[in-house]
């Protein structure tokens, strides 16, 4: 198990410790709004190499999407398959890569990959899915689906994944995802955080737990009130009621809060599944334990793994280990 | 009836045509965080004129709030006793009015009206009014209250104030405020629109009755996964549900059936005193219809009706017809 066909530049943040010796498969990006994230896999779905770069699918310039991907790998062997999936294949993107109806599979996926050729090799980007609510309702989700796929789910699990715009989905047999829903909550404390006059009254200072502890309980009470409940981050600094360093922290509970409960009335699973960034990770399973549901965390690298299914199902790659 | 103790120009925004001949007895100001309204008044708080100017809390630089106010009286008569409610009595304006705690009564805002000499008089600022729920959260209001007072509302009315920050608020004999709730639906509506992702696919058009309506059922069927419901917006742009002109009005529709759905959760009326912008007031209406709620518009001018009768509690006038 050898031939090193490169070497690894530790140039890109992010970059792991990398020194030949095995045979490199897959190059597999996570390319989102903000961020790409290159894993460069081999045998098996082993990660040799992680690098980050500020290249998400905003900070690309005049469509050098190419430019972007070149730049990220430079120093990785030539000739590799390559496989994305997040943003890069939205409107806003490289190429619109269509959605996939739920119930989706990864093989479903792996059948619908859009093929983007440039100088440089055919880059494959996985479809994004859309749920259609019985009202009427679509839902989307772009990235979050190959994570899900390479989270090792069972049928009737429920994942959860906070972030931005964060995602509940049910899951099926082989990894299906039956349906998912999102909810804005990152998004709305940020904006609320910049740009609201709740943040006025914020402060610097250290983690305030009692705070948030409060604001979940008020969002799980009160969800159906939410636009009124945030106003108490307010009324609690003018009153004193709470110290302007604990209002971020309270206002995060709130919304996580208000997420949870509503969620939880669409359908209550026993435990749910957590996959994402610790310390978000951390303020869900605090929520989720205060309305009594268990919660778990879901193998890192999740995008990786779920990459590395895809390419498989899709014959880019030929599975087993090293 | 008589004695024109000064002229009037027209220079100001808003100033009202007004040749003099009667007597006035005390400039009202309406003195927010975006707009500076001021009114002079007649005998039985008849309205003479009135002005407005960018002059609001927010606008005023250094804390020159007497430069602001003389600025906006110049050519009304000099003597006159000054009066004014809203954020001008906040920590962020001229002098920090203490609140005045529920049931809030005219008669008792009167008596604790906050005097602030300056070059040019003394301007009386009236209380803010707080509401602490069993729950011991509080709740704010500034500028309202009078308007509440000016508005002839009756024992048992529940009145609407659609705006950036929504009060619901419950009156009980001779106008006292019994309990109210804020509703950030408008401040809301506004950061959502300008710095989130659902903004990003508005479009200018003409109004969309049928998408805010869309959104009002929405609002008011899933108020308790509000965070969720917003990011139908997005994905009904991204499906081509609806088209971008009519996202704005979508969006506005989910917040107001929100707002409306929670509060009547909370305590259900016969009907409701709308007292606002008509073009608000008339989205509240319809939302309001839909839930099955009546509404009613308020007289306007509420302000100055409410200042002057504080005025007269106060005895900064008296009381009785020209």
Redesign the interface.
């Known amino acids: 198990v050898g031939n090193a066909r490169g070497r690894l530049s530790g140039a890109a943040a992010g970059a792991a410790l990398y020194t030949g010796g095995v045979t490199e498969r897959l190059i597999a990006l996570d390319w989102g709004t903000s961020n790409l994230r290159g894993y460069l896999l081999g045998g098996g779905g082993r990660v040799l190499a992680t690098r980050a770069a500020a290249g998400g699918v905003m900070a690309v310039q005049d469509g050098a999407f190419a430019a972007a991907l070149r730049a990220l790998c430079d120093g990785w062997p030539a000739g590799l398959p390559l496989i994305a999936s997040g943003m890069v294949g939205s409107?806003q993107g490289w190429r619109e890569a269509p959605y996939l109806a739920c119930p989706a599979a990864p093989a479903a996926a792996a059948a619908r990959l859009t093929a983007v050729p440039f100088e440089g090799g055919v880059l494959h980007i996985v479809p994004g899915v859309?749920y259609d609510a019985a009202d009427?309702?679509?839902?989307?989700m772009r990235g979050e689906e190959t994570q899900l796929w390479g989270a090792a789910l069972a049928a009737g699990d429920c994942c959860v994944l906070p972030g931005t715009?964060s995602k509940w989905a049910w899951i099926g047999a082989g990894g299906t995802i039956e349906r998912f829903?999102?909810?804005?909550?990152g998004?709305?404390y940020a904006?609320?955080r910049?740009?609201?006059?709740l943040g006025r009254l914020f402060e610097p200072g250290p983690p305030a737990p009692a705070a948030f502890e409060q604001g979940v309980r008020?969002g799980l009470a009160e969800?159906?009130?939410?636009?009124?409940a945030?106003?108490?981050v307010r009324?609690?600094g003018?009153?004193g009621?709470l110290p302007g360093s604990a209002l971020a922290d309270h206002l995060s509970g709130i919304?996580i809060g208000?997420?949870v409960?509503?969620?939880l009335?669409?359908g209550r699973p026993a435990r749910v599944t957590l996959l994402g960034e610790g310390a978000l990770c951390e303020r869900y399973a605090a929520a989720l334990a205060l309305a009594g549901v268990a919660a778990t965390a879901a193998p890192a690298d999740a995008t990786a793994r779920g990459l590395w299914r895809i390419a498989v199902a899709a014959r880019l790659v030929e599975e087993g280990s090293e």
Chains 1, 2 share one sequence.
């Open positions: 409107r859309r009427g309702r679509a839902d989307v715009h829903a999102t909810w804005m909550t998004e709305l904006v609320l910049e740009h609201s006059i008020l969800g159906a009130a939410l636009p009124h945030l106003f108490s009324t609690a003018l009153t009621a919304l208000a997420e409960g509503g969620a009335r669409a």
